[in-house]
């Protein structure tokens, strides 16, 4: 069903949990290749591991810097890509220096963004800049995606899913008006249902990052089919 396949399609099937396992790691990259889903997103120590699973299937193979408070150092972060896309990862998703961003150092936020992109472009893959929309004004989020973007960034992300609040279709909509149009944008954070996906979707919204995949396309299936 090509309407499924495309919200499967728009998903990082995610398991960043701290005391996720070996197996565990298996089993959400097998569902991710049954599912066909847009990538796997893990934990670093895990990326090796997903990397083995995912080879030779589309799926990409996610993975997190600065995660979750984004107050690592900027060199912390990029030894961290560094390590990742070299296990395998092609796709990283890095918080946004908050402290910095809330202390008006644009410059070192943009430098920091800059240099974890380049790392993660040097292998042809994606930076996703996190900009945890729960702790920041309208303001602040404006200059986020600004410096994200010139940054290069390829997306914006809303959310860790470990702070005070997760996607919100308001948040998901601004960030849609605020980043040029090469720049995509993932919700992430409490997203359980085929009906909160698609509205994030809507939204505006390119990804989508959930530790519900398998049960939202599911949910879409029965859905389409019944009607």
């Known amino acids: 069903m090509k309407v499924v396949d495309e919200l499967a399609g728009s998903i990082d099937h995610t398991l960043l949990s701290a005391t996720a396992a070996r197996e565990d790691i298996r089993r959400v990259c097998r569902e991710a290749m049954r599912e066909r889903f847009a990538a796997v997103c893990v934990n670093p120590l895990w990326v090796s591991e997903a990397a083995a699973v995912l080879a030779g299937s589309p799926v990409a193979v996610a993975t997190v810097a600065g995660f979750p408070l984004g107050a690592s150092t900027a060199e912390a972060k990029v030894a961290e890509a560094r390590r990742a896309v070299g296990d395998g990862a092609r796709e990283i998703d890095m918080v946004i220096s908050l402290g910095l961003l809330k202390s008006g150092e644009d410059d070192a936020v943009r430098a920091e963004i800059a240099a974890v992109a380049e790392t993660a472009h040097e292998v042809g893959g994606l930076l996703k800049v996190i900009v945890e929309t729960c702790y920041l004004s309208d303001d602040e989020k404006r200059r986020a995606v600004l410096l994200a973007s010139s940054g290069g960034a390829d997306f914006v992300k809303t959310s860790t899913g470990f702070g005070s609040g997760g996607a919100t279709i308001e948040d998901v909509a601004l960030l849609r008006r605020l980043a040029p149009g090469g720049v995509g944008v ?38 389409y089919e019944s009607r």
Request: proline content about 0%; glycine content about 14%.
């Open 186 to 223: 993932k919700a992430s954070g409490g997203i359980k249902t085929f009906a909160h996906a698609r509205a994030m979707l809507a939204a505006g919204a390119n990804r989508l990052g959930t530790s519900a995949g398998v049960a939202i396309v599911t949910e879409a299936r029965r859905w």
